[in-house]
């Protein structure tokens, strides 16, 4: 999801720092409960010299070699040991390291920015001259790789400045910063005024797991509900069981899971007695709100029963829904079936099977049942009905 922020506002989706604990202390986080997925980031940084200076670098003129080869280079090898130099990072196994390096034009030049020459970034508002360096950086692993493409993007800038510094010492190294990160619990991050800016890269974005929300197409359009997949059966049937097991399995993966429940009943008690909110509840609020550093919860009363259309509107921070009860909601739906278990009389969870059933999960018995015409999977094997779901998911896209 983009995050579109303006100035000087924060996008933290937490308030305390991770590397510090409750005693003020430094530390490295603990990230080995964290979920392995695919992480991308891309950072800039400029560095700005006399216009004679930037001369000397294109034409190779300089004492000590090739400013630019030896800059990419530094900017490769800083990125495969930034936790040398950070020292709360983790030692990451990258996998992608790259750094490019444009030549900023100046006004005027080349005949205006449509008549840049390939691989010239457009001049600068003040008009000055120099290098504007960018770094992408990738890995497959439990934490991101932000601060690799930061510490390329700094190094390349350094390098430059030192095999030019003895001809000009007063060269500026300025707006080093992330542009781009992908992957991990908070998806995509774009700095907003830079997107524009961001270079393409040679491989697919970087995803919550290999598998997930058919590999994001939503990230184009950051306000598209997640997609929805009913688990429906009678009472008794099993499924707030198997849907508690399967949130567990997803999640394990990688994959951001949300999920509503209907309730069958005409009202319900919200939050714990004695509560802030349930005494605000109580008290006559018709709308209770609830907020802290990373969760916010509301609750409201209505006339009519709130649609689930508008219910799901709103889960667009997550990569799947999973909807527990709604039959008549016509959802595409995983069945949930025991055996002899069903409530209503001379009705079994079966009979809800139609055109939108992806699987059916039931047990053993049921297994066995000629009636079966859709792939049947264990009702006591969560792995098995997550690999379902997550085969349904990919197939979206």
């Known amino acids: 999801m983009t995050d579109a ?26 990230v080995s409960e964290k979920a392995e997925t695919r992480r991308l980031a891309i950072a800039e940084g400029t560095i700005l010299m006399h216009p004679e200076t930037q001369t000397m670098v294109l034409e190779d003129r300089a004492k000590k070699g090739d400013v630019l080869a030896c800059a990419r280079v530094a900017g490769i090898m800083a990125a495969k040991r930034t936790s040398d130099i950070i020292p709360m990072c983790h030692p990451l196994m990258i996998t992608k390291a790259k750094v490019d390096i444009t030549p ?5 030049a080349h005949g205006g920015v449509d008549a840049l020459p390939e691989g ?14 960018t770094a992408t950086c990738g890995v497959t692993g ?15 800038c350094l390098t430059i400045y030192d095999m030019c510094k003895a001809v000009d010492r007063g060269m500026e190294i300025v707006d080093v910063r992330l542009l781009r990160k992908e992957g991990g619990r908070s998806r995509l991050w774009e700095r907003a005024e830079a997107t524009a800016d961001i270079p393409a890269t040679d491989e697919p974005a970087a995803c919550v797991s290999a598998s997930t929300a058919a590999e994001h197409a939503a990230d184009d359009a950051p306000e598209r509900p997640a997609p929805a997949l009913a688990f429906i059966g009678y009472q008794n049937s099993g499924k707030t069981t198997l849907v508690e097991k399967v949130i567990a399995a997803l999640t394990a993966r990688g994959v951001r899971v949300g999920t509503v429940k209907h309730h069958g009943h005409a009202g319900f008690d919200i939050d714990v007695p004695g509560k802030d909110s349930w005494r605000h509840a109580q008290a006559g609020s018709r709308h209770v709100g609830v907020v802290s550093a990373i969760r916010y919860a509301e ?16 889960y667009t921070d997550v990569d799947i829904v999973l909807v527990e009860g709604y039959k008549s909601a016509c959802l595409p739906n995983i069945v949930v079936a025991r055996s002899g278990v069903d409530r ?19 047990n053993d018995v049921l297994m066995r049942d000629a009636r079966l015409e859709i792939s049947a999977v264990d009702l006591n094997d969560e792995e098995a009905v997550a690999d379902v779901v997550e ?7």
């Open 5 to 30: 922020m303006p100035a000087g506002a924060r996008d933290a989706y937490r308030d305390e720092l991770t590397h510090v604990d409750e005693h003020g202390d430094v530390r490295m986080v603990d």
């Open 104 to 108: 900023i034009a100046a006004p005027g």
């Open 120 to 133: 010239w970034a457009a001049p600068r508002a003040d008009g000055r001259v120099g290098f504007h360096v």
């Open 142 to 156: 439990v934490t991101g790789i932000e601060m690799e493409a930061l510490t390329a993007a700094s190094a390349a």
């Open 299 to 314: 609750y409201a009363d209505t006339e009519v029963e709130f649609s689930l259309d508008r219910l799901l509107a709103r």
């Open 344 to 362: 209503l009389r001379g009705a079994n969870s079966l009979d809800l099977v139609d055109g939108r059933t992806v699987a059916i999960a039931c």
């Open 391 to 397: 085969r349904w998911l990919k197939a979206l896209g």
